[in-house]
């Protein structure tokens, strides 16, 4: 079991930089996958970022080039790097643990205005 924190969101303007954390209540260093994912209103939860406990990352083709995920085992931490934000990426941010069963944090809110 494991609690996560999400901070970091705000409100940017389009072309404007963000930084998400993601805070773990224990070690995330036996979780092999952490990922972010976000919902923007009318839509379905979908896949930001994932790295692995080896440091693979996959990013959805929409934020290919803009965004960065990392992880720090020794905070028990994992970021999101946002630059170059666009208003098309305003959503709730969340944190997961690829657990089974997988964890979530609350959420983080980002707003872009263009």
């Known amino acids: 079991q494991v609690q996560l924190v999400e901070s970091g969101g705000g409100l940017v303007q389009a072309g404007g930089s963000l930084r998400l954390s993601c805070a773990a209540s224990?070690?995330?260093?036996?979780?092999?996958?952490m990922g972010w994912y976000r919902q923007a209103p009318g839509k379905l939860r979908e896949l930001v970022a994932r790295?692995?406990?080896?440091?693979?990352?996959n990013y959805a083709d929409s934020v290919k080039g803009r965004f960065t995920i990392s992880r720090d085992n020794a905070k028990n931490t994992v970021y999101l790097q946002m630059n170059s934000l666009k208003p098309e990426d305003t959503a709730v941010y969340y944190c997961?643990?690829?657990?089974?069963?997988?964890?979530w944090g609350q959420g983080t809110q980002v707003t872009v205005s263009s």
């Open positions: 997961n643990a690829e657990l089974v069963p997988p964890y």
């Open positions: 224990r070690s995330i260093f036996s979780i092999n996958v």
């Open positions: 790295i692995t406990r080896g440091g693979s990352r």
